[in-house]
């Protein structure tokens, strides 16, 4: 049964940090990648980074290269994403997902096959 729990959200200032985690007990993510996308209101959901099952391939989207890092620890089934020097900008629901093979090449939605139901992430001017 596929189960991805998203913590970690909250209400933060601009320029602060946070740190999401993504619970995922069903193991659903055992040697495939994981990443997390965003929604805003209004907005479509997009991709903000993605990590293989063994860490060394990464992929950001332009807007948190340097902000923000993704890593997972799979002995806990968990991935995470410590987003630092936040941004008004950066307010949205903040999804987690395993992707359907252990590479993301493009940061698609079709590429990914499993979603958490999110976590609120607000950042304040």
């Known amino acids: 049964q596929v189960q991805l729990v998203e913590s970690g959200g909250g209400l933060v200032q601009a320029g602060g940090s946070l740190r999401l985690s993504c619970a995922d007990s069903?193991?659903?993510?055992?040697?495939?990648?994981m990443g997390w996308f965003r929604q805003a209101p209004g907005k479509e959901r997009e991709f903000v980074a993605a990590?293989?099952?063994?860490?060394?391939?990464?992929l950001y989207a332009d807007s948190v290269k340097g902000r923000f890092t993704i890593s997972r620890d799979n002995a806990k089934n968990t991935v995470y994403l410590q987003m630092n020097s936040l941004k008004p900008e950066d307010t949205a629901v903040y999804y987690c997902?395993?992707?359907?093979?252990?590479?993301?090449?493009?940061?698609?939605?079709?590429?990914?096959?499993?979603w958490g139901q999110g976590t609120q992430v607000t950042v304040s001017s």
């Open positions: 997902a395993v992707a359907k093979y252990n590479r993301v090449y493009y940061g698609k939605l079709n590429e990914f096959d499993y």
């Open positions: 069903g193991r659903t993510s055992l040697g495939r990648a």
């Open positions: 990590l293989n099952w063994s860490g060394p391939n990464t």
